[in-house]
């Protein structure tokens, strides 16, 4: 099941528009669209599981997390807007946070966890 992070900067520089009129995170927010629709293509994304994540102070920069479905996932992304400072590093740690914890909580990382010396040293035994 692959998760995909979406990390929108949301600083009100953000609403800075281009020379079309269109606002920066506008931009963002269609990119975003586009490569959830491409991506809805491929059979393998059926267990997709999507993740929002913003500029804003944690605990509120997590729109969305990996439990929520697909509509509230586009729903939050339609209401993101454009307020309040630049804060990457702060952002990238919430991103990185999140999906650490969800690491956790579905045992993906699982190497070098559960494994008793006992066997190694059975094994050792063994040989000896």
């Given at each position: 099941m692959?998760?995909?992070?979406?990390?929108?900067d949301t600083?009100?520089?953000?609403n800075?528009r281009t020379?079309?009129?269109t606002?920066y995170?506008?931009?963002a927010?269609?990119?975003?669209e586009?490569f959830l629709?491409?991506?809805?293509?491929?059979?393998?994304?059926r267990?997709?599981r999507y993740?929002?994540v913003?500029?804003?102070?944690?605990p509120?920069c997590?729109k969305?997390?990996?439990?929520?479905n697909?509509?509230t996932?586009?729903?939050e992304l339609k209401?993101?807007?454009?307020?309040?400072?630049?804060?990457?590093?702060?952002?990238?740690r919430?991103?990185?946070d999140?999906?650490?914890l969800?690491?956790?909580?579905?045992?993906?990382d699982?190497?070098g966890?559960l494994?008793?010396?006992?066997?190694?040293?059975?094994?050792y035994l063994?040989m000896?």
């Amino acid at each position: 099941m692959p998760i995909l992070l979406f990390l929108i900067d949301t600083s009100a520089s953000m609403n800075q528009r281009t020379d079309l009129g269109t606002s920066y995170l506008d931009i963002a927010k269609g990119a975003v669209e586009l490569f959830l629709k491409l991506r809805a293509r491929d059979p393998a994304s059926r267990g997709d599981r999507y993740m929002l994540v913003t500029y804003d102070e944690p605990p509120y920069c997590i729109k969305v997390g990996w439990k929520e479905n697909h509509a509230t996932f586009m729903t939050e992304l339609k209401n993101l807007q454009a307020t309040g400072l630049t804060t990457l590093g702060q952002a990238l740690r919430s991103s990185f946070d999140l999906l650490n914890l969800n690491r956790l909580i579905s045992g993906i990382d699982n190497y070098g966890q559960l494994q008793l010396p006992t066997h190694h040293i059975i094994g050792y035994l063994k040989m000896g």
